[in-house]
């Protein structure tokens, strides 16, 4: 059965206690995510089924792409550039920053098409609308797994040795990025519906953020080019933030002398601040929107 039949089993509001009545497209925002597990299970695997649908390499893609991208990387920017002297396994610095802006490039993409990607649902049947932008970003997510497995492997390989808090650097990461990835997602997918010039925003946009974290630079190197004020600012950019946990859980254990950023944990509560506020204000956005989609779409 296909995911539209599937999908148009289902009732078109959730059940309500006899003598309730609910508008409809009443919504509790992401919270109504919940109440359809089973339509987002049925996104989530037709987003992991169809990427490489065709394709003879298929989930090798997964790990071709980033491959390819850390090579590129370490041979104009470490070697010719020059940027890895004096850092301690570069190679590892810059894999663990590269995987992570990958997997915020993938999402940021796939939710900003996540709706008119899915027109003819929306437009035939009624559920909650931000069921696409989180199933864009899960089947992301499931994407970027087996590069973390990669790069978990290559550390272990380099005499990593497990850590709460290397741990918790990286489970905090990624809920930053996550939330900061969906926030955009709902923000640029409502907007895309009506106005498609979002997607082309999004991909100029994403071709600077590689260059906006600390992925091939350390951040010391920004800290001598720009004022105190702007630094500062840039050290709580989510994306700068997550990078460095994920610096702090797995390069940090494997040199002497890791350089990292000052008041890490502040700068870290600011990360998550902004990525949180960017997640309310994607939402109503969206929320403001969405009455418009089936129109527009």
């Not at 299970?41 to 987003?47: A, F, N, Q």
């Not at 104009?76 to 301690?88: A, D, H, N, Q, T």
Request: hydrophobic fraction near 50%.
């Amino acid at each position: 059965m296909t995911l539209h039949s599937e999908a148009s089993a289902y009732p078109t509001q959730r059940q309500q206690p006899p003598g309730k009545y609910v508008v409809p497209g009443a919504s509790r925002w992401l919270l109504d995510v919940f109440g359809y597990r089973h339509l987002l299970s049925l996104l989530l695997k037709k987003g992991t089924t169809t990427r490489y649908y065709g394709s003879v390499l298929g989930w090798a893609w997964s790990y071709v792409k980033p491959a390819a991208q850390f090579f590129m990387y370490y041979v104009m920017i470490g070697k010719v550039l020059g940027v890895s002297r004096g850092m301690e396994l570069y190679p590892i610095y810059l894999f663990s920053g590269i995987v992570l802006l990958n997997f915020f490039g993938e999402a940021t993409r796939a939710a900003t098409n996540s709706i008119t990607g899915n027109a003819a649902l929306v437009k035939k049947i009624y559920l909650p609308r931000e069921l696409f932008p989180v199933a864009a970003v899960g089947s992301a997510f499931i994407h970027f797994v087996p590069q973390v497995v990669l790069l978990f492997i290559v550390c272990l390989l380099s005499g990593w040795q497990f850590s709460w808090v290397g741990i918790l650097c990286f489970a905090v990461a990624i809920v930053i990025v996550f939330l900061f990835t969906l926030g955009l997602g709902l923000f640029f997918g409502a907007i895309n519906v009506a106005y498609r010039d979002a997607k082309n925003i999004i991909d100029v946009a994403l071709m600077f953020s590689i260059w906006m974290s600390p992925v091939m630079y350390s951040h010391d190197m920004i800290r001598v080019l720009v004022p105190a004020w702007l630094y500062n600012l840039y050290l709580v950019n989510p994306m700068t933030v997550s990078v460095e946990l994920f610096h702090r859980a797995f390069w940090v254990p494997l040199v002497s002398d890791p350089n990292l950023p000052d008041y890490m944990l502040t700068n870290t509560l600011g990360g998550l601040g902004i990525a949180l506020g960017t997640l309310l204000i994607g939402q109503v956005v969206f929320r403001r929107l969405e009455g418009d989609f089936a129109q527009d779409l």
